[in-house]
Structure formats: C-alpha cells, structure tokens
C-alpha cells in the first residue's frame, strides 16, 4: 500500500482545514486507515482511525467532537477533517495503513508497529 498526504498548510485559530490521504492498493479490504500527527520535539501521536468498508471509526479524546475521519471509496481516499483548530493542533500530520487490525488497536501502536505512512504534511495554525 503506498500512501500520499495533501492539504497541511497555514490556518487561523478557531479555522478549519481538510486532509486527504489517497491510498494506491488493488484492495483496501481489511485495512484499517488512520491519522497520526507529530509536534516537534514530541512522539507521535494517533488522531482518529476507519476500518475500510466497515462504517466504524475512534478517535483520540484530544481530538474527538473537532475532528471527523472519513472516507471516498471509489477514489481510495481517506480524510481528516479538522474544525476548532487551535496552535496546539501545529504538527506534521501522517497517513498510516495497518491491515487486520481494529481502529481501537491502531491507536495504541507505536509507529514501528505500523506498516505503512505517507510523507507527512506540515499543519501550522497561528494565533
């Protein structure tokens, strides 16, 4: 599976910004799909997961009720949207894919348990 994350970017406080993560396999069955972010000098972070097909998601208690995974099946895609954004939210956001797993399982993986990340990209949120 390879993965490629677009839209980080600049956004004010309180502003909302979309990410999206286009996935390229021959089938995301059975595949969880996930967002992490990574502040400097901090670890990183899960954000929220989605298992493909599956209808069900999670999501980490610092972002729950602000940030919404979801997907676009046809395109293969997986969004984060994120609304309330705050300067504590700057980081560089990553894709990750995880096959067989549970969402709830994705978020206490550390980042060598996971198989595959897109390159991140950079959110900055000014105040």
């Known amino acids: 599976v390879q993965l490629q994350a677009f839209g980080g970017g600049l956004a004010q406080a309180g502003g909302s910004l979309r990410l999206s993560c286009a996935a390229s396999a021959g089938s995301l069955g059975g595949y969880t799909l996930g967002w992490f972010r990574q502040a400097p000098g901090k670890e990183r972070e899960f954000l929220a997961a989605?298992?493909?097909?599956?209808?069900?998601?999670y999501y980490a208690d610092s972002v729950k009720g602000r940030f919404k995974i979801f997907i676009d099946n046809p395109e293969n895609t997986v969004y984060l949207q994120m609304n309330s954004l705050n300067a504590e939210d700057t980081a560089v956001y990553y894709c990750?894919?995880?096959?067989?797993?549970?969402?709830?399982?994705?978020?206490?993986?550390?980042?060598?348990?996971?198989?595959?990340w897109g390159e991140g990209t950079l959110v900055t949120v000014s105040s």
């Open positions: 989605l298992r493909w097909g599956k209808g069900t998601s």
């Open positions: 990750a894919a995880q096959r067989w797993i549970t969402e709830q399982h994705m978020s206490g993986l550390t980042q060598g348990a996971i198989d595959y």
